[in-house]
């Protein structure tokens, strides 16, 4: 028999802990993608309990549905529209009072069955903060539940609770509601009746009280509807409005919606009142007293400083291990397959393109799980927060305020979704200035390019060069953001108002989920675009298969065959091992100048030498140029690139060793990773960008911008350094 199917929508402010409550219900059983239209992150998770299949939607967090930005206009519409069975209102129960106002909005839409989650009531109760829980049930006709969701407690019972909302025949009658003042709710009644009176208002499926209450605010979404949906009869309903709202507006000395607000606020006091009380004996706020460190202006900044810099270390360190790991599982592979499959093209695509392709990026997952898992840790603590906090002062000399750092830190991920955040901010000048600095933190696909010079290179300080090149795409953006501001953007200073949420013990569980939603983005580049990135590489670097070389290296290793041959025969049995091993040197060096005049005789080498000149003087060849040039597409096709072009087997170290030797230097080397770092962002950051501002304009100025300051910063450091005697 197949189960009945109940829909769940977790909604509440943003901090709640709604998506903390998401991942212990759901765990690893999520589906993520967009919401149709929007590019808003949509999470749904599938469980069966207590004989039902529940499907669990994570709404967007919103502080009120009054549709101002996307995220309001997404959770509010699937509520409106979707209608689910039971909408789970996740409340800091901390602070009572701010989430109610949320709360009691969606009492006011009376289209779903509403049951509150009262929320990390553990850190309420260490606040000296108590809620009557049954008493907050009966004055605003919802069930109410204690949870604490980064301890998985109360779980269980609140999805008991929702299957016996959703299976009650009917929503309660509201005993209690907003009333407002006599002149707005004769208004709310007129409309109401209006409203009513036209045949066709039933297919609108809304609250006939809440619309007309929207239509006082002005609501432009609801106005729409109505338009789409009573074509006929909307201008009436919508002058009747109108000349409401100028009345009351008249009457009452102010807007009618900042009057309403402020009347649901005073709705609430009279809730706070009779369901919360406040010890005297309180406990000092931990919080506030960690605040008074990692936020003072003297010691907050070195100690962020710090913790930026102990993550890249991190990074580096911790995941040479794993990275060791996977290299000898990719060299057992490569040489398993070497031995099994007979010689022809079709082992050198798969030796030489599949697995050095993606064999050279994939050993870089661990490092690139270790950033994911540090930069979820600064968010589940309450730390990013901070983080913008303390940078607002930085920020605000670009003109831009702390809230606009938390896309930029975000885009140490990953660039396409910490764009995509800075839809959270209201001016629009400040989005696109965000938009296009943004891109100049490096995101973790640049990482493995980074690993791969850096610890060729620099190796012990390998860790600190990373550090460094990560803050210098901070400067870059600051100093770009500067510019900006004060020539194409300018605006005055937005000024920062952003809620510090309460310290969290991070949860294991909510890490690792985290680091596997990650996990598999990078997986599934694996599986496509790197893999056919590499083929690609691999072909044009491959044929023409025939060419004429300047040297008869097979005649050059016989010379070498015969003249060790010789001496060995008279070498005494001692220096058999020597002679044996310098042979094999001569050998190998005249297969690797084979192998690089047929690297360059190859079509990839005449696109190679083609770009060179724009390369030359940043000191990287051609092949590094090609490298470059192929991170339009995605920057982790660069490695594999430079796997095919340098490496001359198939051991994934080999591109290292290659390296090494390939006349590179390490001033080259830091050239070559300040360019990666700033110029044209991968495809899908570009697109973003460009639907994110939708504008053409904004988006060719970014790859333009980007690429011309990666080349200047690249040949300043390179033929500087050279000037200074670095080379």
Not at 47 to 67: A, M, V
Not at 336 to 345: E, N, S
Request: hydrophobic content about 50%; aromatic content about 8%; some cysteine.
């Amino acid at each position: 028999m197949e189960q009945k199917t109940i829909t769940i929508a977790l909604a509440g402010n943003p901090n709640s802990g709604k998506t903390t409550i998401f991942n212990m219900l759901t765990g690893t059983r999520q589906k993520v993608g967009n919401w149709p239209g929007v590019t808003v992150e949509k999470k749904e998770g599938r469980i069966k309990k207590f004989g039902y299949d529940l499907s669990i939607i994570d709404l967007p967090g919103t502080y009120s549905l009054t549709p101002f930005s996307i995220e309001e206009i997404v959770a509010r519409d699937f509520i409106l529209e979707e209608k689910p069975d039971v909408v789970i209102n996740i409340i800091d129960a901390s602070n009572l009072e701010r989430s109610l106002y949320l709360a009691t909005q969606m009492r006011e839409l009376d289209c779903s069955k509403v049951m509150f989650a009262l929320n990390m009531h553990d850190l309420a109760r260490t606040r000296g903060i108590k809620i009557d829980a049954d008493k907050l049930s009966e004055l605003l006709d919802v069930p109410v539940v204690f949870t604490v969701g980064n301890k998985n407690e109360g779980m269980e019972a609140l999805l008991k609770a929702a299957v016996d909302l959703a299976e009650k025949e009917k929503i309660s009658q509201q005993k209690r509601r907003v009333q407002y003042n006599k002149d707005i709710e004769e208004a709310i009644h007129v409309l109401h009746n209006l409203i009513r009176e036209q045949p066709a208002w039933t297919g609108l499926g809304y609250d006939l009280r809440w619309m007309a209450i929207k239509l006082l605010e002005d609501d432009n979404i609801l106005k729409k509807r109505l338009i789409e949906k009573l074509p006929e009869k909307a201008s009436v309903i919508l002058n009747a409005a109108q000349a409401q709202r100028e009345a009351l507006t008249s009457r009452l000395d102010d807007d009618p919606e900042i009057i309403m607000t402020d009347e649901r606020y005073g709705f609430i006091a009279g809730i706070i009142k009779e369901v919360l009380t406040t010890s005297r004996s309180q406990r000092v706020d931990i919080s506030r007293a960690i605040d008074m460190v990692l936020t003072d202006r003297f010691l907050g900044f070195p100690i962020f400083i710090l913790l930026i810099w102990a993550m890249f270390q991190l990074t580096f360190t911790i995941g040479a291990y794993p990275m060791d790991w996977i290299n000898q599982a990719v060299k057992g592979l490569s040489a398993l397959l070497a031995a099994l499959l007979p010689g022809g093209i079709l082992k050198e695509l798969i030796l030489d393109g599949i697995v050095a392709g993606v064999g050279s990026v994939i050993v870089f997952m661990p490092n690139i799980l270790i950033l994911f898992f540090c930069i979820a840790l600064f968010e589940d603590t309450g730390y990013m927060a901070r983080a913008a906090f303390l940078m607002d002062r930085i920020m605000h000399l670009i003109g831009l305020h702390g809230k606009s750092f938390i896309p930029m830190l975000m885009g140490f991920g990953c660039n396409v979704p910490a764009i995509m955040a800075s839809r959270t901010l209201e001016s629009e000048k400040d989005r696109i200035l965000t938009i296009l600095i943004t891109p100049f933190m490096s995101c973790s696909a640049r990482l493995p390019i980074y690993i791969v010079l850096a610890g060729t290179f620099f190796s012990h300080r390998a860790g600190s060069v990373l550090f460094g090149i990560y803050i210098t795409g901070i400067i870059i953006a600051i100093v770009s953001g500067r510019l900006f501001r004060s020539t194409l953007l300018k605006g005055a200073d937005a000024p920062f108002v952003m809620e510090l949420p309460p310290y969290r013990m991070p949860m294991a569980k909510n890490l690792l989920i985290h680091m596997w939603d990650r996990s598999k983005l990078f997986l599934k580049k694996m599986g496509g675009i790197i893999l056919v990135g590499s083929v690609v590489i691999w072909t044009l670097s491959a044929f023409p298969r025939q060419v004429t070389y300047s040297t008869d290296y097979t005649a050059a290793q016989r010379h070498v065959e015969t003249e060790f041959g010789d001496r060995l025969e008279q070498a005494l049995p001692g220096d058999r091992t020597v002679l044996l091993q310098e042979m094999k040197v001569r050998l190998a060096r005249i297969d690797k100048l084979k192998q690089m005049e047929k690297s360059e005789k190859s079509w990839m080498g005449t696109i190679g030498k083609t770009i060179a000149p724009f390369f030359a003087p940043l000191g990287i060849d051609w092949r590094g140029g090609v490298a470059l040039l192929s991170g339009f597409v995605a920057k982790e096709i660069v490695v594999s690139t430079m796997g095919v072009l340098y490496a001359a087997d198939n051991e994934t170290d080999a591109l290292q060793r290659s390296l090494a030797v390939s006349g590179m230097t390490p001033l080259a080397a830091l050239a070559m990773m300040l360019f990666v770092l700033l110029y044209v962002p991968c495809l899908a950051t570009m697109t973003v960008i460009h639907r994110e501002t939708a504008s053409l304009k904004w988006t060719m100025f970014s790859i333009c911008y980007s690429t011309l300051i990666a080349w200047l910063t690249a040949f300043v450091v390179y033929q500087g350094g050279r000037l200074l005697g670095f080379a």
